[in-house]
């Protein structure tokens, strides 16, 4: 399995508080993806990173904010947690291009109230 | 943009029954495709992936081919069994900025 580790991995939040997930791989990837999973809409990319201090909006972005200030960490912050970010979170990591495989962490189940 | 389409959930079957989820997808450029599994509680792994048209790839007895004509990249096993219970997606990369869209995933359950 690739060395990447997510969290927390369970946590519940109120609405209108900040909450910051960490991912961290020990694979020195330089690529590392927030993707959030819901029903239905199989899994959606909210930002990547293509390296230190490089991010980019993905799909669903918005309420969502990055930071890679080391290769190995990859922040994501919910600034003000709403309940439409109640959702299980994956970080990914890949090493570069197109064709190659992107690497899974276990998830965080956040839970908003 | 790109997207992904897969046959929708839930699928039950016996077990030594053979299974194929389709998958079909949009692209502006040249796609590689990509099947991957995620088991109860756990994160997705990748399953199988093929990076040019005609290509099969395979896996713990999954196969997948990759189909330009007909844009699609079904996956196929010919004799399922309890432990391929799992929920499956289908995936793109475009290869000018190496995301990943995916399917709506399908929930495969198998009976003993």
């Known amino acids: 399995d690739a060395g990447i580790t997510q969290s927390p991995r369970h946590k519940v939040t109120e609405t209108g508080t900040p909450v910051t997930l960490r991912c961290h791989q020990t694979e020195n990837h330089r690529y590392m993806y927030w993707y959030r999973q819901d029903p239905g809409h199989g899994l959606r990319l909210i930002h990547y990173?293509?390296?230190?201090?490089?991010?980019d909006k993905g799909e669903v972005s918005d309420g969502y904010s990055v930071s890679r200030s080391k290769t190995e960490d990859f922040l994501l912050t919910l600034e003000s947690a709403t309940s439409s970010q109640t959702s299980v979170y994956f970080c990914a990591i890949g090493s570069s291009g197109s064709t190659e495989t992107q690497y899974f962490g276990p998830g965080t189940r956040l839970l908003v109230l | 943009g790109d997207s992904v389409t897969q046959m929708e959930g839930p699928v039950t079957l016996s077990e030594e029954a053979f299974l194929t989820i389709n998958c079909t997808y949009t692209a502006t450029g040249y796609p590689s495709l990509f099947w991957y599994v995620q088991y109860p509680g756990e994160g997705l792994q990748l399953l199988l992936k093929?990076?040019?048209?005609?290509d099969k790839g395979s896996n713990k007895g999954f196969e997948a081919t990759y189909r330009k004509e007909t844009t699609s990249f079904h996956l196929e096993k010919g004799s399922v069994q309890v432990s391929d219970s799992a929920v499956y997606f289908c995936?793109?990369?475009?290869?000018?900025?190496?995301?990943?869209?995916f399917g709506a995933g399908t929930t495969v359950t198998v009976r003993a």
């Open positions: 990173s293509y390296g230190v201090k490089d991010t």
């Open positions: 995936a793109l990369s475009d290869r000018n900025d190496y995301k990943l869209s």
């Open positions: 093929a990076t040019k048209a005609d």
